[in-house]
């Protein structure tokens, strides 16, 4: 009997907790939240089709809102944006930045109608394990959806490059992505919305991040990423000591510090090619501290101090562990942001672009050829001979020759396209890091070199090449042969 009356008392505190939302409260949040919807036109990798999601205002007088990356489809994409405010009315936005790892975009529009004054207060306090928020975005695609949840883990790593999370006990669907994680308690936002697993858990990125960014854009400077080029995880204490040799007084001491760490450590889980890291850090290496400041968890520590040691052209001091030996190691940080995709061509119906740290984390490329092929146009000669993947017009390959032309970067692309469109016909050198399913259904993985013969028809359009503005954050068109 007492085990009923104590499951009762539990379900009648959780439902007290979670359904009790002071209506005063979604009320005054609810004139910061916007609904976003995005058409794609052009796309280096990704879909080009309509996409939503969610932002919200964090600064009212120039106009600034938060969203996710892949809400905005990062500068990979050339597209327009609408959003929808709490009002109802639909006003145009501009993408004023993407980060190249962490899972945020800051859009700009006029906010003038909606009658606001005052900014959300945002808070870079470490977030704590219990804490009740508050979540209202467009979950299920459905405008100003409300959501109740608990911090099930503050320190999480997840996404393509490796960026600080939390985990939220929390039922997010699509849509909701961009959506402020509200602390009920404090009367802060902490965090945004940009994962899930659609059922029990969401993920959401410290706000910290995005203040880093919105401290330099109102200082009329463009925000930058600067990185090691190290992709990072966590891994237990418990193996660290097994298969690393990890000191087990030096563990013992780590798990007293950092009692919320679940017991785990940052460890290098792999290097990125040709970046500062390579051939300095190792595989296994386990972080301590970085300019004599301990790190523990914390991602975005780390990532903070990295980004204010780049920008200052310094040195990052590492100490580490690797293989029960303290270890001290030099790192100049590099900028990811210059590795952004800022240009685009498009010939034959193929998007070629140079590669950013996304692809280079997704096929390894490394050496002097940067130029890819993801997204070829249906019915066009590339994805008829390209080894896309099954069902789809994607691939991911590193284009080294068009014709006789050796191709290194996009300016060797432009410079042979007169010739190539001339002939009409022409051979494609390229190394596939996609995969390739042969005629017995058999996958292959080999990355060796292959040429194909491409086909290129009037009907396939001009060729074009874009650039992004960093002034005007637009794109532009300069239309390179008929």
């Not at 039922?171 to 994680?181: D, P, R």
Request: hydrophobic share 40%; charged share 20%.
């Amino acid at each position: 009997m007492w085990l009923v009356k104590y499951i009762f008392s539990s379900l009648f505190f959780f439902s007290t907790l979670f359904c009790s939302t002071d209506p005063k409260l979604l009320a005054k949040l609810q004139p910061y939240v916007v609904s976003i919807k995005s058409r794609s036109i052009v796309a280096a990798y990704g879909d080009v089709s309509p996409s939503a999601g969610t932002g919200f205002i964090v600064d009212v007088k120039n106009g600034y809102i938060f969203s996710n990356a892949h809400v905005a489809a990062g500068n990979k994409v050339i597209a327009e944006y609408l959003a929808t405010l709490s009002s109802g009315k639909e006003i145009s936005l501009k993408l004023i930045y993407s980060d190249p790892t962490a899972d945020i975009a800051i859009f700009q529009g006029d906010l003038r109608d909606l009658g606001l004054t005052d900014d959300l207060p945002l808070s870079r306090e470490p977030v704590q394990i219990g804490t009740n928020v508050l979540i209202i975005g467009k979950n299920e695609n459905r405008h100003f959806s409300t959501q109740t949840g608990v911090v099930a883990n503050p320190n999480e790593i997840e996404g393509h490059l490796p960026q600080h999370a939390m985990r939220i006990s929390l039922n997010m669907q699509g849509g909701g992505s961009g959506s402020m994680v509200y602390d009920v308690a404090s009367g802060k936002v902490i965090g945004i919305i940009f994962a899930s697993n659609m059922a029990t858990s969401a993920f959401a990125i410290p706000i910290a991040y995005g203040m880093d960014m919105l401290e330099a854009l109102t200082a009329n400077k463009e925000p930058q990423r600067f990185s090691l080029g190290a992709i990072l995880g966590y891994c237990s204490l418990d193996d660290l000591i097994k298969y690393y040799s990890f000191p087990e007084s030096v563990a013992a001491e780590y798990a007293k510090k950092y009692p919320d760490s679940f017991h785990r450590a940052l460890k290098v889980q792999t290097i990125m090619p040709d970046t500062p890291a390579e051939g300095v850090l190792e595989v296994g290496d386990c972080i301590l501290q970085i300019n004599g400041q301990e790190i523990g968890p914390n991602l975005y520590m780390l990532d903070k101090i990295v980004n204010d040691l780049g920008a200052a052209n310094k040195k990052a001091e590492l100490l580490v562990v690797r293989y029960g030996k303290k270890i001290k190691l030099s790192i100049v940080p590099y900028n990811m942001s210059e590795r952004q995709v800022k240009r685009m061509v498009v010939f034959g119906g193929a998007t070629f672009f140079e590669a950013d740290d996304v692809m280079i984390r997704r096929s390894g490329l490394k050496g002097k050829n940067r130029v890819l092929i993801t997204n070829a146009r249906l019915g066009s000669g590339f994805i008829e001979k390209l080894p896309m993947f099954p069902g789809t017009n994607h691939a991911l390959i590193c284009v080294e020759k068009l014709g006789d032309y050796d191709i290194f970067t996009l300016d060797d692309v432009i410079k042979a396209i007169p010739s190539l469109m001339k002939r009409g016909r022409f051979t494609i050198a390229f190394r596939n890091y996609g995969i390739k399913i042969g005629y017995d259904e058999k996958v292959t993985f080999n990355q060796g070199r292959s040429v194909e013969e491409i086909n290129v028809f009037e009907q396939d359009g001009a060729a074009e090449e874009f650039r992004f503005d960093n002034k005007e954050h637009k794109w532009t068109v300069n239309r390179l042969a008929s």
